[in-house]
């Protein structure tokens, strides 16, 4: 299945003990999940990400892979390859403008960055209230909130989170040129990472 060709996707996560398993679908052409395209588990409690996005539950053949560039870093870049260790691009959590509201950066070579930002600074705000309150903050945030991708001013995709307490999201790609692969490891990362 050809992935540059597809421009919605539908990311799911299920929560383990000790593995948070993503799910990515293609759309099926009526804003629904169709066909499986990518299985991600990514292991809880380790000191240097390692992710691997593989093509099914099979875990025979990957599509792209990310790891962090230091074991412990909370501004650390993503450098995100193909099975042969081949470069895609790179992506890190901008520190400053996150101490407001969450700011990622997507390089992929031979394109301008993509900066990808949480749409609502108010959600943002009281996101991170509700993650100091001590009797709220093992309770998931329940609003829904999302991502733009904006490269040169002008949008190139979306991150929505679809389901109020599940982690269910929609990703919008309109940029042609665009690296889907890149795209879904953000997209994994934007929720897996997230809180880090």
Do not use: C
């Not at 996005?53 to 501004?75: G, H, N």
Request: hydrophobic share 40%; aromatic share 12%.
């Amino acid at each position: 299945m050809n992935l540059q060709q597809h421009h919605q996707f539908h990311v799911h996560q299920r929560v383990t003990m000790m593995v948070n398993r993503y799910e990515v679908f293609a759309d099926d052409g009526r804003g629904e999940p169709g066909p499986l395209l990518a299985f991600v588990e990514q292991k809880r409690m380790t000191f240097r990400e390692q992710v691997t996005l593989y093509t099914d539950e099979s875990k025979q053949y990957v599509l792209a892979a990310f790891k962090a560039r230091k074991v412990i870093d909370l501004a650390s870049a993503y450098d995100v390859t193909t099975a042969d260790g081949q470069s895609i691009g790179v992506f890190g959590k901008v520190f400053g403008k996150s101490l407001l509201r969450s700011t990622w950066r997507l390089e992929q070579p031979g394109q301008p960055p993509v900066d990808i930002s949480e749409r609502s600074m108010a959600l943002a705000l009281f996101r991170r209230i509700w993650d100091f309150l001590p009797w709220v903050g093992d309770i998931p945030f329940p609003w829904k909130y999302h991502f733009d991708f904006v490269r040169d001013d002008r949008p190139v995709g979306s991150f929505e989170k679809k389901t109020r307490f599940r982690d269910h999201y929609v990703v919008r790609v309109d940029d042609p040129a665009l690296d889907r692969r890149l795209v879904l490891a953000q997209a994994v990362a934007l929720d897996a990472l997230q809180s880090r």
